[in-house]
């Protein structure tokens, strides 16, 4: 079965990295994109970025654009995405997606990132 | 790239249907057959409810069903079910320079 599985929750200072992992199992992994999505408490859903998994492009979401990559490691069928400069409004639980055309049909469990001096 | 915009929330009883529209633009929800829909329980991730306007993925119950016109897409759910109260969001496909754009969510209230 398809199974997507992230890392762990994280507490960040402000103007610190993150970089989230998500493991993917239950399918070809190179065969499908990445998309990350992220959401503030008690908010709505936003679109990060995308990765493909065959090779590498990117799409990222413009006002994410300079502080966001998104990578994957096709031996460990995992993505990773990383966001720089962290500020107090980055804090969300960020979820990672399968992708494929005009969807996202499997996505994993949510990673908490806090943002807090 | 603005959000899709949805009702904030929508309500019925057991056994009654209600229906979620979300409007977006001709650069994402007129211009592409690519709109999904995702149903989120507190705390949980979203789900994948409807896919390509209209398709239900393995697994997904006959009771909901989606469509659009023009600009406005549209997820009915009919035969209410308390376990259907939850978030909903819409999604589309906005081309090559911000692939996705997701709804700003309606609660359901199943009273």
């Known amino acids: 079965q398809v199974q997507l599985v992230q890392s762990g929750a994280e507490v960040k200072k402000p103007g610190a990295s993150v970089k989230v992992s998500c493991k993917a199992s239950?399918?070809?992994?190179?065969?499908?994109?990445i998309s990350w999505v992220r959401q503030a408490p008690g908010q709505g859903l936003e679109w990060m970025g995308w990765?493909?998994?065959?090779?590498?492009?990117?799409n990222y979401a413009q006002k994410l654009q300079g502080r966001v990559t998104m990578t994957t490691d096709t031996s460990t069928s995992t993505a990773y995405m990383e966001l720089r400069s962290l500020r107090s409004d980055d804090t969300a639980v960020y979820y990672c997606?399968?992708?494929?055309?005009?969807?996202?049909?499997?996505w994993g469990q949510g990673t908490l990132v806090t943002v807090s001096s | 790239q603005s959000a899709l915009t949805q009702p904030p929330s929508a309500s019925g009883s057991p056994g009654q249907s209600v229906t979620i529209s979300c409007t977006g633009t001709?650069?994402?929800?007129?211009?592409?057959?690519?709109v999904s829909w995702y149903q989120q329980h507190p705390g949980k991730a979203p789900k994948l409810m409807i896919y390509?306007?209209?398709k239900r993925p393995s697994g997904v119950p006959d009771r909901f069903s989606g469509s659009k016109s023009g600009n406005t897409a549209s997820l009915t759910v009919s035969g209410l079910q308390a376990e259907d109260e939850a978030d909903y969001y819409c999604?589309?496909?906005?081309?090559?320079?911000?692939?996705?754009?997701f709804g700003t969510g309606t609660k359901v209230t199943v009273l």
């Open positions: 239950g399918y070809t992994f190179t065969s499908y994109g």
């Open positions: 999604s589309s496909y906005a081309g090559s320079n911000n692939l996705y754009v």
């Open positions: 001709s650069s994402d929800v007129g211009g592409y057959n690519y």
């Open positions: 990765i493909s998994a065959y090779n590498g492009n990117t």
């Open positions: 390509e306007v209209s």
């Open positions: 997606a399968r992708e494929i055309t005009g969807t996202n049909d499997y």
